[in-house]
């Protein structure tokens, strides 16, 4: 299940959600866990993936 980091504008902290790629489409706004706000913007961050294969 892909993580999708967040950090809220009103109170600044950052948080992780995890959700199936149906439940991000399907969410129109985030709240933030600490301050309840719905004004929490979406992080794009990298990510890598680790196989047994080397190359």
Known sequence: MPAYEYACKDCGKEFTI????REFEALPRVTCP???SDRAERKYT???A?????S
């Open 18 to 21: 995890y959700l199936s790629i």
């Open 50 to 54: 680790k196989t047994s294969k080397k």
């Open 46 to 48: 990298g990510f890598f």
């Open 34 to 36: 600490h301050c309840g």
